[in-house]
């Protein structure tokens, strides 16, 4: 294990809080949910250096939403999310010299995350093999594991929720089952979710190998993280509960988490409500002024009633939500203890006085005279000595190759040669 190579005293008095300051993490391969691991290492203050081939570098940069012209080299909105605060060096670890200058930047870094399906490096295999008995401890990131029948598989995000039964035990009630495949399933938050286990699992390898002889080694499964979340699922193999059934019955509502959840557009946005139980129907039916039509026993008279007449009553609520501003009826609700939430758009988030209270967006400069506002840390942190972790602040996106100098030429006082070479050869 690297020695950490520039820690922050444990006297100093700075107001700025970094707990993971002194950490040098180095990151290898193009993924969403491997970034995203690195991103969150990085916002706690360690060093992470990103790896991305020359040329083109990590073909997230190409991935929208655009900022700017296409085709300027410009980083995009998703790639300076999961990437700002990091240092980008290029090389081309597919070539001997290339990929010898990364086992020597590995062995001077504390961790090495890497997802290995998109990247080949044999001194990466090395570090997995445990070959280097002085290494940085390893994470590696794929969807189905480096060991067991499926390892090294190839997948997406996609692929494994589905492999894994999360998608399925996601999937709406449909009116034909049999012909209505579970499709549809988490989009990009799938990988973000993978990407919190990866800062989790990472922060367990940095503390694993403190004062250690032998470095650790993370074999991080997309589907088992997605599996891990099967909870009532497994409950339910075990013939604990009814078994979750995907058929919906005519005239039927939805039914989310054993109730009732209706959609009812407002003047100003909509909400979703759950009064599932009759003391919880009765407040709502006070939140909504007690209509005439809620006195009709045959219409919503006991739970098993509203769920028969769902429909009528989703027609109804909604003649009364469209004439409400959204919030007032939250609040409303809320006050009567009634399960309710308004359906939030990015506008009214980026509005939203709570999260502007808590620094919760940063700004993320995007190197072409943009900016746009990106989710900082979810949590505030404070330590004994009263230095806070910094939020709400603006963030770069790390232009292609900036680091090689510092990192590569001057970090290691490359010969001529060296220097040459890699220059020559484009692996830079």
């Known amino acids: 294990m690297a020695e950490n190579r520039s820690a922050a005293s444990s006297g100093s008095t700075a107001a700025k809080l970094q707990p993971l300051a002194g950490i040098r993490v180095l990151e290898v391969g193009s993924d969403m949910a491997l970034s995203f691991g690195g991103r969150l290492l990085s916002d706690l203050g360690a060093e992470v250096i990103k790896v991305e081939p020359p040329g083109g570098g990590d073909p997230l940069r190409h991935e929208g939403p655009l900022v700017g012209e296409p085709g300027t080299g410009e980083a995009t909105a998703l790639f300076g999310y999961l990437n700002a605060g990091k240092r980008s060096i290029t090389l081309d670890c597919t070539r001997a010299s290339g990929d010898d200058m990364l086992s020597r930047i590995a062995n001077k870094c504390d961790l090495v995350l890497w997802a290995p399906r998109d990247t080949s490096s ?75 286990v990866v800062g989790i699992s990472a922060l367990w390898a940095i503390e694993a190998a403190r004062g250690s002889n032998s470095a650790p080694l993370v074999d991080l499964s997309a589907e088992d993280v997605f599996a891990y979340m099967l909870v009532e699922p497994y409950a339910e193999a075990n013939g604990e509960h009814a078994r979750y059934n995907r058929q919906r019955e005519p005239g039927s509502g939805t039914a989310v988490v054993g109730g009732l959840v209706w959609y009812l557009p407002c003047a100003d946005g909509a909400i979703l409500v759950s009064p599932r139980e009759d003391h919880q129907w009765a407040n709502w039916v006070h939140v909504m002024g007690s209509p005439d039509w809620a006195k009709d026993p045959e219409l919503c008279g006991s739970r098993p009633v509203r769920t028969k007449n769902a429909e009528r009553l989703q027609e109804l609520m909604a003649e009364w939500s469209a004439t409400q501003a959204a919030n007032d009826v939250f609040v409303a609700a809320q006050e009567n203890r009634v399960a309710c939430f308004p359906l939030s758009s990015a506008d009214d988030l980026l509005a939203n006085p709570q999260l502007e209270h808590r620094r919760f967006f940063s700004s993320l400069d995007c190197g072409n005279g943009q900016t746009v506002p990106i989710p900082g840390l979810p949590f505030h942190m404070r330590d004994g000595e009263g230095r806070v972790l910094e939020k709400g602040t603006t963030v770069q996106s790390p232009a292609l190759g900036e680091g090689n100098q510092k990192i590569i030429f001057d970090g290691f006082e490359l010969d001529d040669t060296w220097i040459e070479t890699l220059v020559r050869y484009q692996l830079v």
Do not use: K, W
């Open 122 to 196: 044999s001194s990466l295999e090395a570090l997995l093999l445990g070959a280097d008995g002085d290494s940085p401890a390893l994470l590696t990131v794929t969807p189905y594991g480096m060991q067991g029948t499926d390892a090294r598989r190839p997948g997406t995000p996609f692929i494994v929720q589905h492999s894994s039964g999360f998608a399925f035990h996601q999937a709406a009630p449909v009116t034909d089952p049999e012909n209505t495949p579970p499709v549809a399933c988490a989009d990009r938050e799938a990988a973000l979710t993978v990407g919190l």
